[in-house]
């Protein structure tokens, strides 16, 4: 991709949840993303991986600020939108819009489908009722809708009709951008697959950047352009889809990548076994986060944070294996 | 005599509902051995659960809700006649079972060492004390460092790979035969399920015991598994050896299902297989073959009469009018496109 202007720009986000004592008192917080930083680009899905409690889904909230960021920057077109008042904020929101992962309790099961579909238009105030009522069964046909079924309530739905109807709530505002929050996990594969590939084609048709979060490394795979991995509230990788398949740097997307099933027989894959879990994200290991775990671990892991550095061209690697004070280390030891 | 270690033969498990009867599974037929890992595959609502819950008697039988027919065969009893007093003495015993949500099926006011010994007296003659102690030989035996302190700890305060440990080591603490595990890695992370994936496989070799694993996952199938039945709206659609499945899948279901996943060493951003339609109900069960709305192969014959199960090889059986011309027309093909996509 050559260099261009990124569509949102994250610098250094951070979301701290405090943890209150019985008195009120802060005394503790969960670091649930704890200084992020990546760009986005337009027209193109960028997926962020990681397993459950490393903070993905609260990046994306706080992306869009469902909840407020303690730190950072979001920059949308070239203006920081965290210091938005909540009217500015509106307008922003039109552009920018999420899918969410539970298709049964993302929908308001009192109110019927089209009504759904039309409270976005009524809120930025778009056209008369009649008009509105023409948009949301314009989107309901595209999506494979019934005219009819405009008028159902959301548990008359199958789960995969419901994932698409929450994928027309997002579309209605006609948006730049998409938060999808693990929009598949909670589906069928042959319903799973039905979604991705209308993901892929409304992206076309509507020029859509998404922002992909998922656990499923596979569907990463399928459907994103670039990938971030995330671990215990950081980014620890980033880079090109196929690059960081085919030669992942970080010693964690080694492991989260051979530790996926692959359903073929066949292939017995070598599989490099982790110890242990996750830390807890309220007091999260100093230095590396990942050292705790890390099979290549060294004393200035346990230290240092290490940096952000360009391994290779658009990949990015937090390690002590590629900076140089872990080759300084590295060189001493076996000295 | 069978030599299997379960045999389950025309097993149907019906429901009373509202609506009617309703055959949530309706004439399977399998077996399992011992030292084998018998997986079954579905989707939602094809009866893979319930399936397990008949063969351990779990569902609610008051009051005629739910209504068996068939055989389950296990060591020369048929575990649909037996009382319910003796279905205890076998349950948690000789047949155990770990449940897909770990995080719901541990009491939470109990300590975890409480449920697990719980098990242990109520099947065997141990003093408490004994009990304590094999309660920590199974945690210990699963992974869990600490044990002798982890067992004073209630569920909440471990992490969802503990539980499942947890829920894991109960199971296997009499020893059992023969092992139900539904779905027991579903709600886990890839790292850690690899870690219990990993376990079960050791856990089978040193017990020699059979495994029915239930799963939705095709990665976790081939991974694990050593033969593998299909299940399809309550019936069995094919049954292989693992190698068979994915190298020849005979059953356009079966075919679609693994069409439809995005593979790992597959072209990427390329349209994914779809399964058209979707599931029937079973409250309006089609009479034919019960895929054959869906079947991009369906003829009149499909939609009027229902196919027996066709031996391909004595291994190999399949649930399919005309898996023979499918298999001339395009069967080559299945694994000549698999093989192509995976040297790239």
Redesign the interface.
């Known amino acids: 991709m050559e260099k261009k202007e990124p569509l949102l720009q994250v610098t250094n986000l951070k979301k701290h949840f405090p943890i209150k004592n019985s008195f009120g008192f802060t005394k503790n917080h969960v670091k649930a993303v704890d200084g992020i930083s990546f760009e986005l680009y337009e027209g193109e899905t960028f997926c962020l991986v990681g ?2 409690g490393c903070g993905k889904s609260t990046a994306g909230r706080t992306i869009l600020r469902l909840t407020e960021p303690t730190e950072g920057e979001v920059i949308y077109e070239g203006k920081n939108i965290v210091d938005y008042n909540p009217k500015e904020m509106l307008n922003i929101r039109k552009k920018m819009q999420m899918m969410f992962q539970d298709p049964f309790s993302s929908l308001n099961p009192r109110k019927r489908i089209g009504t759904i579909l039309e409270e976005p238009l009524d809120i930025h105030g778009i056209g008369k009722p009649k008009e509105r009522t023409d948009i949301v069964m314009d989107l309901l046909n595209r999506l494979g809708f019934q005219a009819d079924q405009y008028y159902r309530y959301p548990y008359e739905f ?1 789960g ?1 009709q419901r994932q698409r109807i929450g994928l027309a709530r997002a579309l209605i505002m006609n948006p730049d951008l998409i938060i999808c929050d693990e929009p598949v996990s909670a589906l ?3 319903i ?3 979604i ?2 209308l993901l ?1 084609e409304i992206q076309d048709e509507f020029n859509l950047t998404y922002l992909f979060i998922s ?1 499923d ?3 990463v ?3 994103g352009d670039r990938i971030g991995v995330m671990y215990l509230g950081k980014i620890v990788e980033t880079g090109p ?2 690059q960081i ?1 085919q030669d992942p740097k970080h010693p964690y997307t080694k ?2 990548l051979s ?9 017995k894959r070598e ?1 490099i ?2 110890n242990g ?1 996750i830390p807890s994200p309220i007091d999260p290991p100093t230095g590396c986060a990942f050292h705790t775990r890390c099979p290549f671990a060294m004393d200035i892991c346990k230290k240092e944070t290490p940096k952000n550095l360009e391994v290779e061209s658009e990949q990015f690697v937090a390690c002590h294996l590629y900076t140089e004070e872990g080759a300084k280390e590295k060189e001493m030891t076996n000295a | 005599m069978s030599e299997h270690l379960l045999e389950v033969n025309q097993l149907k498990t019906h429901f009373k509902t509202e609506t009617g009867q309703v055959t949530a599974v309706d004439g399977i037929s399998f077996h399992i051995d011992e030292g084998e890992t018998l997986g079954v595959v579905g989707e939602s609502g094809c009866g893979k659960s319930v399936t397990s819950e008949s063969i351990l008697r779990l569902l609610n039988e008051r009051k005629g809700n739910t209504t068996y027919e068939g055989e389950i065969n296990y060591r020369g009893k048929d575990l649909l006649n037996v009382s319910m007093k003796e279905m205890r003495k076998i349950r948690g015993n000789e047949i155990s079972m770990i449940f897909q949500d770990a995080m719901s099926s541990l009491n939470p006011v109990y300590t975890v060492g409480n449920q697990i010994m719980e098990t242990i007296i109520l099947h065997q003659n141990l003093s408490k004390k004994e009990a304590e102690q094999k309660a920590i030989d199974m945690l210990a035996l699963t992974g869990i460092p600490s044990p002798e302190k982890r067992i004073h700890e209630y569920p909440h305060e471990l992490s969802g790979g503990m539980k499942q440990r947890v829920m894991i080591a109960q199971a296997l603490s009499c020893r059992p035969n023969l092992l139900i595990a539904d779905e027991p890695t579903t709600a886990l992370d890839v790292t850690i399920q690899s870690q219990i994936l990993d376990l079960m496989e050791d856990l089978k070799k040193e017990y020699d015991m059979g495994i029915m694993f239930i799963t939705h996952d095709l990665g976790v199938v081939a991974e694990i598994c050593t033969r593998v039945i299909v299940m399809y709206l309550g019936q069995i659609v094919e049954e292989a050896t693992v190698k068979d499945l994915f190298d020849q899948p005979l059953h356009p279901y079966t075919k679609g299902l693994i069409k439809s996943i995005p593979q790992l060493d597959g072209e990427r951003k390329k349209d994914l297989f779809v399964i058209k339609g979707k599931v029937p109900t079973l409250n309006d069960v089609p009479k034919g073959c019960r895929f054959a709305s869906r079947c991009s192969f369906s003829t009149d014959k499909c939609v009027e009469e229902e196919p027996p199960t066709f031996e391909h090889t004595p291994e190999h059986k399949v649930k399919c009018w005309h898996y023979k011309e499918i298999l001339e027309k395009e069967g080559a093909d299945f694994g000549k496109e698999r093989t192509t996509t995976a040297s790239h």
Not at chain 1, 259 to 267: E, K, L, T, V
């Open positions: 397993e459950s199958s995969g069928d594969v042959s799973q697959s039905q991705l590939n892929r656990h490394l596979s569907v795979r399928h459907i889809t196929d398949f492991a989260l530790a996926i099933p692959s359903p073929n027989p066949h292939r599989r076994e982790l879990e």
